[in-house]
């Protein structure tokens, strides 16, 4: 197969509510070789986000959306194979933003070259050491603000984002009770990563009570990953002068029309609660610091990261739809 | 009459849904002469305002709550008949938290003498340059941030709290769009207080159409009083990096059951909104550099006030019931 065959998973159709395998192909391009400046990469892993499904409707609010019948794109990282750039040569590794393909030509410029701390573990790039674990660090310590000895609430808590939240928070010293979908997720949490108290919420009956009697003291922040039921027993159990850090509310993704929000929200207003949505990409400044924290925590052990990886670009469908079910554990990774 | 007998106003059972006369009785008490620190008011002006319905649940999540066949109490503006406490003498103006009461005995320490900067105009200590003045002011630049040039979207504008805020904004040079159940509020925002735009939300049709077209460039600062669909409205049209100050949802306050909230509160992460819940209670810091603000700005003709005033206590919990049906127009103030 020539270097410059690539296959890459296309939209072709807008989803009305979950999406399907329908709702994609796999194409074969042919790419053109590097012209100066630019380099062709390999790529090694790809990230499917729960964030994608908001850039395959037509107007992307949270983001760009994706066009039909061309190339997806989303974090990845991969290998130079062929390089007609300075500062790149074969056999680098990168950081990109052309998930969904298993080769693709790009501007160096749009190539992060990685130094990696451990070329066995690539693909923490683009989960724990990547956008979701920034995406933790930044709402969490920007917006969630927690002091030593306050109680964090975490949402899709053994989730790429929600399983960093909840073990730096246990750093700063904070009680962290994490809420999951199934009972081997929630056993991960407590054992390996510390947590002290999970909730399943398939099975604990009113999430809300669930929460008061996980939560005896209140609860001071809320990282907010899922919405709904989530936010109204957050806002519920929340302490005066709470925070909640919104990154996002995938109970919504999915919804063909949009369902109304939480009955209690003039909490708010009593609670003097701070609510702040964001955005990872906005917060660029913070990723120096941020990967010198957390590759420190992950050498001593501190923070811990599991992976779900299913196997091949043709699989990066079904990884992207498994999110929306929870049959991920920890970050998805699609290993091309 | 005796100069210690006092009538006040009692809360005889709790509301379920909107309040009526049957929740409350007036009732005659006799005050004892008052003790060594004390002195003996009777009360000038009594304000009623719409976060009083909170304290009338058992539950007192926003503020304590009422006792049953215990004095309701408030902001109100009063003159000392009698002191036998230093520092305070007969004839002196004390803003004072008793209102529904045309008399009573106090510690000085709860009273809190004004220098009045225009004895004609007492009753702006419980409005523009009170409680609900400060709301504006604290809500508006603490959490709003409004810059010059920016569009600021203020629900209920007309009320105590919404005139204020209105017309500080223009004052920082913002665009204003105000909304308001009646078309003579809409002339007096427009006509008197410098408003941009005013929306009838009760003829509009559709609020988050009128409010698009209102504010062809989006918002970027929402003063919430009112919630339901105002908040959805405000979202829908929000600016990135939109702030909410989250005053009160009045909308909701004699729901006998929870309605559910917006069906669009995903858009706070998309748009990286900042909701801030405040009580002014807690900016009580504030009030100096406000005073000297409003003064000011009232001196200048550049803030006005608008009140409804109803005579007699006898009268106050209509004032109080009126509130909920936007029978007021501006601050609402009972005069004893």
Redesign the interface.
């Given at each position: 197969m020539s270097d410059y065959i690539a296959k890459q998973i296309q939209l072709t159709s807008r989803p009305a509510g979950m999406p399907s395998q329908e709702n994609f192909s796999c194409v074969e391009v042919e790419l053109e070789p590097p012209a100066a400046g630019q380099a062709l990469v390999k790529n090694l892993y790809m990230s499917v986000d729960p964030y994608m499904r908001?850039r395959m409707r037509e107007d992307g609010?949270?983001?760009q959306s994706y066009g039909l019948n061309s190339a997806l794109w989303g974090g990845a990282v991969g290998e130079v194979i062929e390089s007609n750039a300075e500062g790149l040569e074969a056999g680098d590794i990168v950081l990109n933003g052309a998930a969904w393909q298993d080769k693709f030509v790009a501007d160096a410029s749009t190539l992060d070259k990685l130094e990696p701390f451990d070329r066995d573990q690539l693909s923490l790039y683009i989960g724990t050491l990547g956008m979701p674990g920034l995406t933790a660090y930044v709402g969490l310590f920007k917006y969630g603000e927690p002091k030593e000895g306050e109680t964090v609430f975490v949402s899709a808590a053994s989730g790429a984002v929600g399983a960093n939240v909840c073990q730096i928070a246990k750093l700063k010293g904070c009680r962290v009770i994490g809420s999951v979908g199934n009972d081997a997720k929630a056993q991960w949490l407590l054992g390996e990563c510390g947590v002290d108290a999970v909730i399943n919420y398939k099975t604990c009956g009113n999430l809300t009570d669930a929460l008061a009697a996980a939560a005896p003291d209140g609860i001071d922040v809320y990282f907010e990953n899922v919405?709904g039921d989530h936010?109204q027993a957050a806002l519920a159990v929340m302490n005066p002068f709470g925070r909640i850090a919104?990154?996002?509310?995938i109970a919504?993704y999915n919804n063909s029309k949009?369902?109304?929000?939480?009955?209690?929200?003039?909490?708010?207003?009593?609670?003097?609660?701070?609510?702040?949505?964001?955005?990872v990409s906005?917060h660029g400044d913070m990723r120096e610091q941020f990967l010198v924290d957390m590759i420190g925590w992950i050498k001593e052990g501190k923070v811990k990261s599991r992976e779900t990886v299913l196997d091949g670009l043709d699989n990066s469908v079904e990884a992207f739809l498994n999110l929306f079910s929870g049959k991920n554990f920890g970050k998805m990774v699609v290993k091309i």
């Open positions: 908001g609010v949270y983001a919405g936010l919104a990154c996002g509310m919504s949009p369902a109304p929000g939480p009955n209690n929200l003039m909490l708010i207003v009593g609670k003097k609660v701070r609510i702040n949505g964001f955005i906005d």
